[in-house]
């Protein structure tokens, strides 16, 4: 199956370590989005990459950045964790400039202790 | 910020009972889409109705979008235990470029 894998599954860090998350995005999809969901609630944009660029970026501080690949594959970084970091963070492909939906990855769970 | 909202925040009906949640958001949008996750688990692209589509229907699947209300709805008609799972409405806003707005999603529990 060619659809989006994140790794990894789950994650333990402790406050103020560094993390990073890794997306490869389904086959065909060149455009990587990263949301963060946290408990009992939607998820929330973070940013969004094409051609290796941020094209967009949510209401996040500079502590959460983030990197494309050529091959389309992305990673998501958190430095200085906090304990509010905590969350469920899902990264969407798509191809750009289709409006058929998104390919969400099933999550890469977060607790900062 | 979130932009839609769903009501009810939580629904439990019987299997084979219809299942109608709404979603009500607040600025002009390109499409409106509707997912669904199970148990904190990734998102599962439903259907996705444009601005200028009123209705549209995906196997026991039904959504209605009126932008004059900014508001749309998900009908799922008998219903299943597999149904069970929150659902949550994503509005592709004007001018965004395709970053979602999610709202905070309605807990469906179908009991068998």
């Known amino acids: 199956d060619a659809g989006v894998t994140q790794s990894p599954t789950h994650l333990i860090k402790t406050r103020g370590q560094q993390v990073t998350l890794r997306c490869s995005p389904k086959s065909g999809h060149d455009t990587v989005s990263w949301y963060q969901q946290a408990l009992g609630q939607g998820p929330q944009f973070i940013f969004q990459y094409y051609e290796e660029e941020e094209r967009q970026r949510g209401n996040f501080p500079d502590r959460f950045s983030g990197h494309q690949f050529p091959n389309y594959s992305s990673e998501l970084n958190v430095n200085a964790l906090l304990l509010g970091d905590s969350a469920l963070y899902l990264c969407?492909?798509?191809?750009?400039?289709?409006?058929?939906?998104?390919?969400f990855g099933s999550g890469t769970r977060l607790t900062v202790v | 910020s979130q932009q839609g909202e769903e009501d009810p925040q939580a629904l439990s009906i019987q299997e084979g009972e219809n299942a109608t949640m709404n979603c009500s958001y607040k600025?002009?949008?390109?499409?409106l889409q509707w997912y669904r996750q199970n148990s904190g688990r990734g998102l599962v692209h439903l259907i996705l109705i444009r601005s200028n589509e009123r209705e549209k229907h995906s196997g026991r699947l039904r959504v209605t979008l009126d932008t004059s209300k900014k508001s749309s709805s998900l009908l799922i008609t008998a219903s299943r235990a597999a149904d069970t799972a929150s659902y949550f409405c994503?509005?592709?806003?004007?001018?965004?470029?395709?970053?979602?707005?999610f709202g905070k999603g309605t807990k469906l529990s179908v009991k068998p």
């Open positions: 994503a509005t592709d806003a004007r001018g965004s470029q395709g970053n979602l707005i």
């Open positions: 600025t002009s949008i390109n499409n």
């Open positions: 969407a492909s798509s191809r750009f400039g289709d409006d058929y939906g998104y390919t």
